[in-house]
């Protein structure tokens, strides 16, 4: 039996996509919400919006352009060099609390909408060096 109705930290990319299709199977009801927090890669919001149009969800995005102004980060600083990590620093493109912030912010917009879930995905495969992305076991 479907649970009710969730929200799904929806990038546009391969992991929220993934994380969409199966809300699909196991939700009732499933709402999208994406964020504009200034990224450089804006063309996921582009796809996230289509892909929500195409599967027929409904899409919400939140202006979250605040973020730049917290910490300077590469993501969000387009004046600022893209570098990676070295010798246990962390990428010039870490945006600290990012999925944090998103999923405080999920929270709201779920219970906005009477959604009792959030379902989101991050892939430690593909972490570029951010803490917010490893599984400790």
């Known amino acids: 039996m479907k649970k009710d109705k969730a929200v799904v930290v929806f ?7 993934t994380c969409l299709l199966w809300a699909l199977k196991e939700f ?4 999208t919400v994406t964020f504009d927090y200034g990224q450089r890669h804006y063309e996921e919001i582009n796809c996230a919006k289509d892909i929500a149009k195409e599967l027929e969800v409904s899409f919400h995005l939140l202006d979250m352009t605040f973020m730049n102004q917290l910490s300077p980060n590469a993501l969000t600083h387009h004046d ?7 010798a ?17 912010f999920a929270a709201v917009y779920a219970h906005s909408i009477g959604a009792k879930h959030i379902v989101t995905g991050v892939c430690e495969t593909d972490y570029s060096g951010y803490p917010d992305c490893v599984i400790n076991s």
């Open 11 to 17: 990038s546009g990319g391969q992991d929220s996509t």
């Open 28 to 31: 009732k009801e499933v709402a």
């Open 80 to 86: 600022m060099k893209v570098e990676d990590g070295v």
């Open 88 to 104: 246990g620093e962390l990428p010039s493109t870490f945006v600290p609390g990012r999925n944090h912030l998103f999923l405080s």
